[in-house]
């Protein structure tokens, strides 16, 4: 038997050809394919304006050096997340503070507001799997006038904006549904992904969607971006082309985080079918899944809709009720061995060596413990097909028997 995949990207003719049209067009860096994916995704997430940048990890760094995150200032993240999340933040001499999870594996809200201290400048919530935050429940703490007060800002972006910034990682959740609004639209600032695992995927890539309120202009601050991510350089290539246009100057140290066209040539034929297509099928996958596992005492199903959410079908986090670390590595070795490749959503990064060494203990976070010990991530991709999903479905019901029949 072939091995099943866990999530290999969508490769087929339409983005092959687009990709060769733009190696052909002789334009392959930052270009009018880019400025074009920019636009879509704008009027997709419903925001101001969108920059497109070479990884989500790049958008989130570099939002929050704009915003003036530095040394002495706190970011509150969840703790069960990706370790790209907290790592931007110690990029910028900040510390990280961590909160413990929910049921749905996203940043407890309850929780937040214990965290904050004056020194708070970022809240990022996680759209875990692509599971929509309570966006807000967030958005009305960082505007209550008593957490308000106690907002001490250091640079003229926090002094404008005048609270706690929420900055949404979405990495995950592009194309999620919270109270009718698509993410990118739900917080100040919202960073997508376009990694190779990802829905969409540009191979490597990420965004960022400008939503910030008066009296901030989205749209020239896209500007000053544009020139941030490129060395600070006044001018792009693009523009360099125009003639008589060849002088730049260089503003300010700036970073080399810009996408490339062929990255968005990907990008712009997945934006084109993503609703209608990717979604359409990820969600059978998602509902083929329950249909198999549901039946089953031991199966704890993730939750992907309700009446104000609904998800991107990015991963599904399978949790199996009543055991531990060791025996879900069991079940996950024996899925294995049977040619189904499985992963884990993720290692909370208090059990990481990196944020272990620095005094970050697991034992202050035993929802997000609890929610990693039992979970196991089943395949999720466009071109898995129907015989395949039976497979997966059959080969966890046996593991899992298996281990707990020992």
Known sequence: MTMIPFSPPRIDQKIIDEVIATLKSGWITTGPRTKLFESKLKDYANVPAVLCTNSATAGLELMLRWFGVQQGDEVIVPAYTY???????????????????????????????????E???????????????NYDEINELVNRQDIKDRFMPVTAEQETLGRILVLSDAAHSLGALYKGKKTGSLADLTVFSFHAVKNLTTAEGGAVCLNLPEPFDNEELYKNLCI???????????????????????????YKYNMTDIQAAMGLVEIDRYDDDMLVRRKHIFEKYCEGLGKYDWAQLPEFANEDKTTSFHAFLFRIKNINEEQRDEIMKRIFEQEVSVNVHFIPLPMLSLYREMGYDMNDYPLAYDNYSREISLPVYYDLTDGQIDTVVNTVIHSVEEVLNK
């Not at 370790?83 to 996203?106: K, M, R």
Request: proline fraction near 5%; charged fraction near 20%.
């Open 83 to 117: 370790c790209a999340t907290a790592n931007v933040i110690l990029h910028c001499g900040a510390t990280p503070v961590f909160v413990d999870s929910g049921n749905d594996f996203n940043i407890a809200f309850y929780e937040i507001e214990k965290a904050i201290t």
């Open 119 to 133: 020194n708070t400048k970022v809240i990022i919530p996680v759209d875990l799997a692509g599971f929509p935050c």
């Open 228 to 254: 941030k991510s490129l060395h600070g350089q006044s001018k792009d290539a693009l523009s360099k082309l125009k003639p008589g246009s060849w002088k730049y100057d260089v503003k300010e140290v700036g």
